[in-house]
């Protein structure tokens, strides 16, 4: 039997949330949030700012825990797990934070080094190489010396993603990776990472409110409103939803394509 597979033969999740929900004081933002992940696929996480998309990654890192309900990762159940357990699920599992953070004072090379050096498998003139490759992977190559300081904020993130990268995850989690850039880079983060994917078979989950960007990488979209998840299948059926905040996301990016 294939690792992933269960006994009837369908594949089964590598994330799975099943009813969670998650409260900071009086504020629910996840209320009974059930979504699934499949290995090799590509989740997209939409919904308005504020709406507990962020929220929803850090459960799956286990940074957050929720207050009820199953979350699933690498196939297993980390609800209760404690660090030292959510570190394996760590090794397995990297996320590209919002804001990159990448260590301000070591260079680019060096950022992408580290999860290397922390695992101590491998000699420093195997590391140069590793490192030259996920750089040249991400487009970087040539930044290779530079401070993060130095970089754009879409160069930054390339960074971030080859830090994630070295890591030799089988999942990676990519929180707004396509904010604060322009279009264009945009376009060739959405590229890369779709290609990343491709390539690496990796597992992926992206949070946006970029639906251009949902619409070119998301096998299936899972889309929060108010705290529940209001659609979760393809983009194309999505397009067919009656929801009406997806119509309004919808019709406002038609609007963007025509300005
Ligand atoms: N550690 C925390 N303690 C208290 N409240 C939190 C915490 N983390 C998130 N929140 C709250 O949970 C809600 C959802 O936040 P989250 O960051 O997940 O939103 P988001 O959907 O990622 O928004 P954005 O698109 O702006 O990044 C917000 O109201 C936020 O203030
Ligand atoms: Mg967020």
């Given at each position: 039997?294939?690792i992933?597979?269960?006994?009837?033969?369908t594949?089964?999740?590598?994330?799975?949330?099943k009813d969670?929900?998650?409260?900071?004081?009086?504020?629910?933002v996840?209320?009974?949030?059930?979504?699934?992940?499949l290995?090799g696929?590509?989740?997209?996480?939409?919904?308005?700012?504020g709406?507990?998309k962020?929220?929803?990654?850090?459960?799956i890192?286990?940074f957050l825990k929720?207050?009820s309900?199953?979350?699933?990762?690498?196939g297993q159940?980390i609800t209760?797990?404690?660090?030292?357990?959510?570190?394996?699920?760590?090794?397995?599992?990297?996320m590209v934070?919002?804001n990159?953070?990448?260590?301000?004072?070591l260079?680019?090379?060096?950022?992408?080094?580290f999860?290397?050096?922390?695992?101590?498998?491998?000699?420093?003139?195997?590391?140069?190489?590793?490192?030259?490759g996920?750089l040249?992977?991400?487009?970087?190559?040539?930044?290779?010396?530079?401070?993060?300081?130095?970089?754009s904020?879409?160069?930054?993130?390339?960074?971030?993603?080859?830090r994630?990268?070295?890591?030799?995850p089988?999942?990676?989690?990519?929180?707004?990776?396509?904010?604060m850039?322009?279009?264009?880079?945009?376009n060739?983060?959405?590229d890369?990472i779709?290609?990343l994917k491709?390539q690496?078979?990796?597992?992926?989950?992206?949070?946006?409110?970029d639906?251009?960007?949902a619409?070119?990488?998301a096998?299936?979209?899972?889309f929060?409103h108010?705290?529940?998840v209001?659609f979760?299948g393809p983009y194309?059926?999505?397009?067919?939803?009656t929801?009406?905040?997806i119509?309004e996301?919808?019709?406002l990016?038609e609007?963007?394509?025509?300005?």
């Amino acid at each position: 039997m294939l690792i992933g597979m269960s006994a009837a033969g369908t594949l089964s999740p590598y994330i799975e949330f099943k009813d969670v929900c998650k409260a900071f004081g009086d504020r629910v933002v996840l209320q009974d949030v059930s979504f699934d992940v499949l290995p090799g696929e590509m989740v997209c996480i939409l919904g308005r700012s504020g709406v507990g998309k962020s929220v929803a990654l850090h459960n799956i890192m286990g940074f957050l825990k929720p207050d009820s309900g199953r979350v699933i990762v690498a196939g297993q159940d980390i609800t209760g797990y404690n660090e030292a357990q959510l570190e394996g699920i760590r090794k397995k599992v990297t996320m590209v934070f919002q804001n990159g953070a990448l260590f301000d004072s070591l260079t680019v090379g060096e950022n992408v080094a580290f999860p290397l050096r922390e695992k101590r498998e491998l000699s420093e003139e195997q590391i140069f190489q590793v490192v030259d490759g996920l750089l040249e992977m991400v487009g970087v190559k040539e930044m290779r010396e530079l401070l993060p300081s130095d970089l754009s904020t879409g160069m930054k993130r390339s960074v971030a993603i080859a830090r994630a990268l070295s890591a030799q995850p089988e999942c990676v989690l990519y929180d707004e990776p396509t904010t604060m850039v322009d279009p264009l880079m945009g376009n060739l983060l959405g590229d890369l990472i779709a290609r990343l994917k491709l390539q690496l078979h990796l597992t992926s989950v992206v949070v946006t409110h970029d639906m251009r960007l949902a619409k070119k990488l998301a096998d299936r979209i899972v889309f929060l409103h108010e705290g529940r998840v209001i659609f979760f299948g393809p983009y194309k059926d999505m397009e067919n939803s009656t929801e009406p905040i997806i119509r309004e996301f919808l019709e406002l990016d038609e609007l963007k394509l025509e300005a």
